[in-house]
């Protein structure tokens, strides 16, 4: 089965059979809220918004510019300021909690954690199989905990030292972890994967994956990029480990990948490939990678959890792109902001996107703005000043009964 058809399937199934909600008199009303996290890129703050309202909901000052990402469940955003060796935590005020034929929705105030993770050059954080994990550069530690330990404040961690201090990353898989490992040349790029167990143990041989570098999560599985194709780690049955396979590309021309986003809906992951390309990649099919040529240079994208079948791409002429994964093609672009040249260094200030609901978040440094632009036309319809110099983003949100 070719890779288009399984996706095919996939968006088949989740548009033939949608939950069956229905909202009785007198039940709970339901709601939709959406929160923008924007980090600044001249300094250390980050600057929460209601994304329908504009409104500012907290401005957390930080020691450092902060990269962002955001947990699984939405309830927490971390805030890596590595050359502080600082990570801090903010908890976004929005659960989102499924009880299978609805879902409740708690909005509170957002607040900073009084927990500070520290280390010495601390970057990567992943989620997987209910733990969080935080590779610190300078080490090669491994840092584990439970989001819901950090939002009690009662945070129990577990370190491991699987290996050296590089540039590397971690992924929590059931019992084990999957961990990236150093040439034995502290100056040359990293040269593969291996599992560990939960006291830092290695089992199993290390797989190749040279350079490896960007991480995502798809229904269970964990991808990773490396500069000939890319790693797959799939679960193992009952307890035993993950099992990796390394995928080489073929036939897609210069450039690797090292940026992944991973489908929520249905198994599948989007790269980065080369500077104009990004690459459809579906582990297991026949047509494992499928490359995608942009007008020009890429800046951000992003997918759509929501719309399963939607990406979104910012090329450096200021145009946003809706990458179907079905069927591998670009449907719809529009002009959404000035041009960004991608010439200069890659951690100059350029937009960011993130998809909250029916809307795409495109932070503008130039303006000190986040402008909303609609994912049913690419229109923009409205922007919210947040001043300063917005970088990095992050969405939470959903929908719900409020009690």
């Known amino acids: 089965m070719t890779s288009r058809s399984r996706l095919t399937l996939a968006l088949a199934a989740l548009v033939t059979f949608p939950p069956a909600l229905a909202w009785a008199e007198g039940d709970p009303k339901p709601d939709t809220q959406w929160r923008l996290f924007v980090g600044d890129h001249a300094e250390g703050v980050v600057r929460a918004h209601d994304a329908k309202t504009g409104d500012a909901v907290g401005t957390f000052r930080l020691d450092r510019t902060p990269s962002l990402s955001r947990s699984d469940s939405g309830r927490t955003v ?28 708690t909005v509170t105030d957002a607040k900073l954690l009084p927990t500070v993770l520290s280390g010495t050059t601390p970057a990567h954080i992943v989620e997987g199989s209910g733990s969080i994990a935080l590779f610190d550069d300078g080490t090669g530690d491994v840092t584990l905990f439970r989001e819901s330990e950090l939002l009690e404040d009662k945070l129990d961690l577990g370190i491991l030292k699987p290996g050296a201090a590089h540039h590397g990353l971690a992924a929590p898989m059931g ?14 790029p990293r040269v593969g994967l291996k599992v560990v167990d939960r006291d830092g143990r290695q089992i199993g041989e290390t797989i190749a994956c040279p350079g490896v570098h960007g991480q995502a999560q798809s229904a269970r599985t964990f991808a990773f990029g490396c500069k000939d194709g890319i790693v797959v780690a799939t679960p193992g049955k009952s307890s035993e480990p993950p099992v990796l396979t390394h995928v080489t590309t073929t036939d897609l021309g210069d450039g690797n990948v090292s940026t992944l986003k991973g489908g929520k809906s249905m198994q599948f992951f989007l790269g980065n490939y080369g500077p104009s390309a990004v690459v459809l990649i579906e582990p297991g099919a026949d047509e494992v990678f499928r490359k995608v040529e942009l007008p020009t240079r890429r800046v951000d994208f992003a997918l759509d959890p929501a719309t399963a079948r939607n990406a979104y791409i910012l090329t450096e002429d200021g145009n946003l792109h809706v990458l179907d994964v079905l069927s591998g093609a670009i449907t719809r672009s529009a002009r959404v902001t000035e041009p960004y040249s991608m010439d200069g260094h890659w951690r100059d200030p350029r937009p960011r996107l993130a998809v909250a609901g029916d809307h795409v978040a495109l932070t503008d440094p130039r303006h000190g703005l986040v402008r909303m632009i609609s994912t049913d036309t690419l229109a923009e319809d409205r922007t919210i000043p947040v001043g300063g110099t917005p970088y990095t983003i992050v969405s939470v949100g959903g929908s719900g009964a409020v009690h």
């Not at 961990?179 to 040359?188: G, I, L, N, R």
């Open 78 to 105: 971390f805030a890596v300021q590595g050359d502080a060796g600082k990570v801090a935590a903010i908890a976004t005020g929005i659960s989102v909690e499924d009880h299978g034929e609805h879902s409740d929705l």
């Open 175 to 188: 019992n084990f972890v999957v961990v990236s490992v150093p040439d034995s040349d502290p100056e040359k």
